[in-house]
């Protein structure tokens, strides 16, 4: 009988006690708890604060997967570091990394792996300018692990890894990525304050900042920021999820009540008020090579725990995600604009992008806010932005969602503790939108736009990259000229009803041949095929309100073309979207249609899996129409031919921009050259292959034979899609395509083992070296999906084996690839980018490595390796798209569906020995296909 892989993960976590200092005042300040006017604590909240100044919330929530998050601010940032230390705050999160004093890298990364966390991700930490956030989150967490998470917490502020070798690690990797000026550094307060005020001293605290810094910073720097800022009353803790409020206050009360707190008890620095006037144009160099844009009006509204200022916070984060709508030309209301600055709430309508299309960004957001000022929002649109704003209450936003999710929650307490925004979650937080949103009339938002939106209420703020040869003068004569020919002539003639109304293509009709039930987690899938053997799928669930995703497929896609190539897909992928349907010259596209009917999220193209349509809906009224639509796309659809001519002279000067030299084609086709169904690149000579009639016929056979299968996922009734797929599916023809499966397709053709080198011209001298180990074992379910497995141990290997190449670990990459219709290959795909001189002796490492790999698996590691995979499977069910995608290639064998519920029944099944077999054999020389590219000297 095989060994099971089983272990109870438990830390040894060291105690560090400190004298507290009784009565201790937070310096966060604000309101605590930081409940709305008039409300109290929920059931099982608990909110406290400790005799040292520690504050904590405690907030019990329905959670998917059980999940806790816990989160905690420490009342330091980079406001706090001395002159000409910028970026110690940044270190001593950093650390938090590699472990602290009581608990090993190890055993962190066990503990990471084992909660479902990616334990190379810098995300659990953030520094901004006055504060620091440290993040657990755990799914399905064992009883033990809530416990553990708070002392973990405890141990990266209370004792810290202050050790040598982690920090010079640590310090290397700081330097390297603020030397390239990508804002990964920047605290997103400065970039609010750059934006809103006339100056601060904070503007320029980013990355460049950071560069001239770090090399002046030593671990006595490090250590002496920690010993003064991380005090207990410049701390607030926050649990959230599937816990036991009382038993997380004891465990709290036991680590915290012991940290000292600081003789500096004044709050926090109170926010500037030197805002920007109104009218005003401003460029200031940008701190990357992006451009950007904001125009923002800056009201007073005084305390948000104010019911009638609160009301108002959520009115104008409504009419500024609009706004934003407006100016980005966006189907759906984007994220929040809104920024609370001290008493004042600032509306920013902001673009960011290449610097070559900012004045078309720039006068597409002028000529957003001047309709806005003018016109305000149409009564259609008013009532789309409204409904649309409401179904927010079932997404992951973080002003509207009512979604106990645990993270979410957690982040909105933070938020509520640094804005000063009243916490509300779940359905106290559903109701208040709601109520809300039934408030706002066409006529009060009309008057709120006039108000907000005048020319010479709004500062413009543009950053541009240095030596862009663009100045104020230039952009204000521009601006002056082009606002004079903004055409408002809808606006001017009031509401038009644009609608296209087609019927079906075929009868109604359509008898239902076989159902089946099974069961996803805890949601039902019915799954029916018709006689005229189409499929459907629906996946029922009221985790989506307000969103019903619904995909049509067809056939095995380009897996039953000869002839098909990336550029195939690429073209395919571009023509399905302008495809016209309908009779006349004046036919409208399908993507117009679509739009006009309010399907959102349109999606369209072709993979080797299949052919395929998908939208998203607000409710199951919009099923028949997206159905229908397709319909006339499979009876009328005519791919138009301008529309080809202009995407092969697109193609053509892709090519002519030497794609075909660039590193990652030149990559892609030497790692592939012995499997053409492997490239992901189109080359010159694929687009010269290319043909309109072939690719015509292609799709008239795809319409006329493939399969259909349509997949549901939503609140949705059964008898509601049934009567919608009969009514537009049920009585087309039999579909008479063959299915294919991946055994149909020949196993992939991997080429000789061994890393092949050669150059490409790039200025630089920065290149790449990846490697493929590809799957040994035979295809199956789980030897199918052991990268996901193998992958982060296999990373946690080589970081391990950079200890002393910091720059190089930050540069690395591990993933797990492959193409379900292609037999076996799957593959672990390995990825360093580094410079040219440490080619040789980066390549010998990363093979010395993998040769090294199987003898450094450990039998926990493996454990929470698993497990990490199993939770990432689960995590399915809770994305409407990733439920979707369960269903590409349903047909064909092995179901993907039926594949992930094994995984999530059986587990992979596999002993430490058979582990030991699998990665001897993956990751051994003789299985290694690489190649090393580098600069031409």
Known sequence: MRKRLLAVLSLPLFILALVPLANASNVFGGQWPALPQGEGPGAGEIWGELPNGMRYAIVPTDSA??????????????????????????????????????????????????????????????????????????????????????????????????????????????DYFAGLGQSRHEPKQAVVERVLLRSSQYSKAGDAQLKESVPNIGLADVERYWSTWYKANRMVLIVTGVVDAAAVEDVVKSKFGG?????????????????????????????????????TKVTEVGSLFERSAELDYYLLDFIGRVAQSYATDSERLPNSVIEVYGDRLA?????????????????????????????????????VAKSEYLSLRYSYDMEASAKQWAPLVADRLVRSVTHQIPFRYGA?????????????????????????????ELSYYLELPKGFPLGTKAINKRLKAMRKSYDFTWERAGEADQDWNFGSGFGSGGMVESTEIVRFEEYPVLKYEFANNLRMNLIRSDAFQGRVQMMVSFGNGTSDFENANPAFEAMLRTLMLKTKI???????????????????????????????????GRDA??????????????????????????????????????????SSVKLDTMLH??????????????????????????????????YIEVTVVGDVMPRTVLRDVRKSFGSAPARTGKVLQPRHGKPVKWGEAGVVRDTFEMTGNMGNITLLFPQVAEKSCASDRLGSVLAPLFEEHLRQAMADRPVWAGNLSVESVGHQMIPLSNAIKVRLFCPSEDAEEAEALLLEAAASFEASLREPLLVAAERAAVLGLKRISRSQSALVGLFKQSQGKPKTLG???????????????????????????????GVSLMPAK
Not at 127 to 144: K, Q, W
Not at 269 to 281: Q, W
Not at 673 to 702: H, I, K, P, T, Y
């Open 259 to 295: 940290l000292a707190a600081s003789s500096e008890t004044r709050p926090l620095p109170a926010k500037d008020n030197k805002f920007r006037s109104g009218g005003d144009l401003e460029i200031a160099d940008a701190p990357s090579s992006t451009a950007g844009l904001w125009i």
């Open 621 to 662: 009224s919009d099923l028949d129409d997206f159905f229908s639509v397709v319909v006339l796309w499979m009876v009328t659809g005519k791919l138009d031919k301008a529309a080809y001519e202009d995407e092969i002279e697109n193609m053509e000067k892709m090519v002519e921009r030497s794609l075909d030299k660039n």
């Open 347 to 383: 509306l920013s309508v902001n673009r960011r992008g290449p610097v070559v299309s900012l004045l078309e960004q720039l006068l597409s957001a002028d000529k957003a806010v001047h309709r806005l000022a003018e016109y305000g929002v149409s009564k259609e649109d008013l009532e």
């Open 899 to 929: 594949c992930v519920m094994d995984l999530l029944e059986n587990g992979f099944g596999l002993s430490f020995e058979d582990y030991q077999t699998i990665v001897q054999k993956q990751f051994s020389v003789e299985n290694v296909r």
């Open 582 to 616: 309908g009779n006349g010259v004046e036919a409208p596209t399908i993507s117009e249609v679509l739009k006009a009917k309010g399907i959102e999220n349109l999606e369209a193209g072709v993979t080797k899996d299949h052919l395929y349509w998908s939208g998203v």
């Open 65 to 174: 997967s059980e999940a806790v998050s816990l989160r905690l601010m420490v009342a330091a940032g980079r406001a706090q570091e001395e002159k000409g230390k910028a970026g110690v705050a940044d270190l001593l999160a950093d650390l938090s990394n590699y472990g602290s004093k009581g608990v090993n890298r190890e055993q962190l990364v066990r503990f990471k792996l084992s909660n479902g966390m990616d334990p190379h991700s810098r995300a659990f930490t953030e520094v901004d300018l006055n504060h620091t956030v440290y993040r657990i989150d755990l799914e399905e967490p064992n009883p033990a692990s809530v416990d553990i998470s708070v002392g973990l917490l405890h141990e990266f502020v209370a004792s810290p890894l202050l050790d040598e070798t982690m920090f010079a690690e640590a310090k290397a990797r700081l």
């Open 673 to 706: 050259n012995s499997d053409d169904r492997l490239r992901s690149f189109f080359l010159s000579e694929d687009v010269e292959a290319l043909e309109f009639a072939s690719m015509q016929e292609w799709l008239a056979g795809v319409r006329n034979k493939a």
């Open 428 to 456: 106290k937080l559903s109701d208040f939108v709601q109520g809300v949103v039934s408030g706002i009339t066409h006529e009060n938002v009309r008057a709120r736009c006039a108000q907000l939106f005048r020319e010479k």
